[in-house]
């Protein structure tokens, strides 16, 4: 299959089939633009570019599947212009706003007394906002209901583990090595923890296999937490983008979604079966 697209566009294409038996593709297209300028377009090559560099290796930028509502995912770090132990970073674009709490690191210690203690927040400059800083110690690759259960056994076996250096700012509280983590972070969940639902019996897999259940729930596609999600609907072009903390010079940004649409259109040979 041959595509032909402008290069301001970066697309990824992925046949998909459905319960009806029918085969689809799902075609999607990047437009990259710079925050000080959104009428500034990357051509494809430098999209990618931007991608190998800002996603980290144990992070996955898209899925290339149907999603059921717009969403926003922000890739990045936390920048303070003076060493600092907290700080607050905010995004919004449109009716999405969030803001979240980065502290600096620190490790669980034993005391003789008290048992596990965190240690002092180290300070800090720059402190990538990923999973990995969210989780702490926390493995990424476990189901999100099993994360940091088994940090008292790894503890208890001498391995040093931080605690996590992000965390929602109206529900900043203290954590023991046995607490449930409740990680938040811009950027798009790990796959480990998405959940897929649907009835998957004996006659989904004789009668729909390889398709997707009937009943199964699209929106597992959506890599966004829950907060960073439209509501219903789609980007249109023209909402407003603030990012506050996360830029090197200490500055905020503002700036738009450009107003572009992506348009395919697709041509079919006809296959003939002898």
Same mark, same amino acid.
């Given at each position: 299959?041959?595509?032909?697209?402008?290069?301001?566009?970066?697309?990824?294409?992925?046949?998909?089939?459905?319960?009806?038996?029918?085969?689809?593709? %799902? %075609?999607?297209?990047?437009?990259?633009?710079?925050?000080?300028?959104?009428?500034?377009?990357?051509? /494809?090559?430098?999209?990618?570019?931007?991608?190998?560099?800002?996603?980290?290796?144990?992070?996955?930028?898209?899925?290339?599947?149907?999603?059921?509502?717009?969403?926003? =995912?922000?890739?990045?770090?936390?920048?303070?212009?003076?060493?600092?132990?907290?700080?607050?970073?905010?995004?919004?674009?449109?009716?999405?706003?969030?803001? =979240?709490?980065?502290?600096?690191?620190?490790?669980?210690?034993?005391?003789?007394?008290? /048992?596990?203690?965190?240690?002092?927040?180290?300070?800090?400059?720059?402190?990538?906002?990923?999973?990995?800083?969210?989780?702490?110690?926390?493995?990424?690759?476990?189901?999100?209901?099993?994360?940091?259960?088994?940090?008292?056994?790894?503890?208890?076996?001498?391995?040093?583990?931080?605690?996590?250096?992000?965390?929602?700012?109206?529900?900043?509280?203290?954590?023991?090595?046995?607490?449930?983590?409740?990680?938040?972070?811009?950027?798009?969940?790990?796959?480990?923890?998405?959940?897929?639902?649907?009835?998957?019996?004996?006659?989904?897999?004789?009668?729909?296999?390889?398709?997707?259940?009937?009943?199964?729930?699209?929106? %597992?596609?959506?890599?966004?937490?829950?907060?960073?999600?439209?509501?219903?609907?789609?980007?249109?072009?023209?909402?407003?983008?603030?990012?506050?903390?996360?830029?090197?010079? /200490?500055?905020?940004?503002?700036?738009?979604?450009?107003?572009?649409?992506?348009?395919?259109?697709?041509?079919?040979?006809?296959?003939?079966?002898?």
């Amino acid at each position: 299959m041959s595509i032909i697209k402008p290069q301001a566009f970066f697309v990824r294409s992925n046949p998909l089939q459905k319960v009806d038996s029918r085969r689809d593709l %799902v %075609v999607s297209a990047i437009v990259g633009f710079k925050l000080s300028d959104p009428h500034h377009f990357l051509t /494809g090559s430098e999209i990618q570019d931007v991608l190998q560099k800002q996603i980290p290796e144990n992070e996955t930028f898209e899925t290339w599947m149907p999603k059921v509502r717009g969403e926003l =995912l922000v890739w990045g770090s936390a920048f303070s212009a003076e060493p600092t132990t907290s700080m607050e970073v905010k995004i919004s674009c449109g009716p999405i706003s969030r803001t =979240l709490l980065v502290k600096g690191t620190r490790s669980w210690e034993k005391s003789r007394v008290l /048992g596990w203690l965190p240690t002092r927040f180290e300070s800090f400059t720059q402190m990538p906002l990923s999973w990995e800083k969210a989780v702490g110690g926390a493995e990424l690759s476990r189901p999100y209901d099993m994360l940091g259960s088994d940090i008292l056994e790894r503890l208890e076996n001498g391995e040093k583990i931080d605690l996590p250096s992000i965390e929602a700012v109206a529900s900043a509280k203290k954590l023991g090595p046995t607490d449930a983590l409740e990680p938040v972070c811009f950027s798009a969940m790990p796959l480990a923890w998405a959940k897929h639902t649907g009835t998957f019996d004996m006659k989904w897999f004789s009668q729909q296999f390889p398709a997707q259940p009937s009943d199964y729930d699209w929106e %597992v596609w959506n890599r966004a937490q829950p907060e960073q999600r439209l509501v219903h609907g789609f980007w249109c072009g023209g909402e407003a983008i603030y990012i506050n903390g996360m830029m090197p010079n /200490g500055s905020s940004v503002d700036s738009a979604i450009p107003k572009i649409n992506a348009r395919f259109f697709a041509h079919r040979k006809k296959i003939q079966v002898s």
